[in-house]
C-alpha cells in the first residue's frame, strides 16, 4: 500500500529559530503529496501540495516544502518558527479516488 | 457558512448505544469524505460519496457503520452497538471532483464511549 512515514513524532523549536518536519513516502511514479496542520478544536488545513509542477512547493503562513524523487521525501521546513506555528502536522498523499492516507503526524512545539 | 460543518461537536455515550453524526459539506462540492482520527493518530480514510452513491468503504468500516447521503447534499454517519474502540474524531471532508484534492475538513465530531 502507498504511504507516508513521519520520522518525527514531536519536534520542539524555539521561537525565532528554522522549522524541519521529516516526511518520507513510499515510491510511486507520480505521487500528489500535501502537508496539513491542526490546531486544537479546529479543521486540518491544507499548508501546500505537491503535484508534480515544481520540486518546492511555497504554501501558507511561510512554510515551504521540497519534494526530493532520489530520497523520497517531502520535508516541511520555515526559516523561523512563531508562537502560533505550534499544533500538529501531518504529511499526506493521495490516492485513487481523492483520498487521502495520512501520516502519523508530527507534534510541533515552539519555545519561547 | 462557507466551510464544512459536522454536528454535534462533542457526543458521550453507554457502550452499547446507537449515535449518529451530520455533516454538511461545502454546497458546490460533489465528494464528501468521512474519516476517523484516535488519538496520536493521523486520520483514516472510512468511506466517501460522490453525490448521493456510495463509492467506496474502507475495511475499518465494520457491520455496525453506516453512512448515507441521500440527496447527494448533507451525509449522516450512524455507529450501532457502541464499542470503547469507537471513540475518537470522525472527520468530514468535501471536494470537488476534478478539484486536485481541493479538500476542505470539517472541525468534526469528537465521540466518546463509556
Known amino acids: 500500500a502507498q504511504s507516508v512515514t513521519q520520522l518525527d513524532s514531536h519536534v520542539s523549536v524555539s521561537e525565532g529559530t528554522p522549522v524541519l518536519l521529516r516526511c518520507n513516502y513510499s515510491?510511486?511514479?507520480?505521487?500528489?503529496l500535501f502537508w496539513y496542520v491542526q490546531h486544537p478544536n479546529k479543521g486540518l488545513q491544507l499548508l501546500l501540495k505537491?503535484?508534480?509542477?515544481?520540486?518546492l512547493v511555497k504554501g501558507i503562513n511561510g512554510f515551504e516544502a521540497e519534494f526530493k524523487k532520489s530520497e523520497t521525501s517531502f520535508h516541511l521546513t520555515k526559516p523561523s518558527a512563531h508562537m502560533s506555528d505550534a499544533a500538529e502536522y501531518f504529511c499526506v498523499r493521495g490516492n485513487a479516488g481523492n483520498m487521502l492516507t495520512f501520516g502519523g503526524g508530527t507534534r510541533l512545539m515552539v519555545k519561547p | 457558512d462557507t466551510g464544512v460543518s459536522q454536528d454535534p461537536r462533542h457526543k458521550i455515550t453507554k457502550r452499547g448505544q446507537n449515535v449518529t453524526f451530520r455533516c454538511d459539506p461545502i454546497?458546490?462540492?460533489?465528494?464528501l469524505y468521512w474519516y476517523r482520527q484516535t488519538l496520536g493518530q493521523g486520520p483514516e480514510f472510512l468511506t466517501y460519496?460522490?453525490?448521493?452513491?456510495?463509492?467506496?468503504k474502507s475495511r475499518l468500516l465494520s457491520d455496525r457503520f453506516s453512512a448515507e447521503r441521500p440527496k447527494g447534499s448533507f451525509s449522516t454517519l450512524e455507529i450501532q452497538r457502541t464499542e470503547q474502540g469507537d471513540s475518537a474524531m470522525y472527520l468530514c471532508?468535501?471536494?470537488?471532483?476534478?478539484?486536485?484534492?481541493?479538500?476542505?475538513f470539517g472541525s468534526g465530531t469528537r465521540l466518546t464511549v463509556v
Open positions: 515510491s510511486s511514479y507520480s505521487p500528489s
Open positions: 454546497s458546490e462540492h460533489n465528494r
Open positions: 471532508a468535501s471536494s470537488l471532483t476534478a478539484g486536485g484534492y481541493g479538500y476542505t
Open positions: 460519496f460522490q453525490n448521493e452513491a456510495q463509492l467506496e
Open positions: 505537491y503535484t508534480s509542477a515544481a520540486t
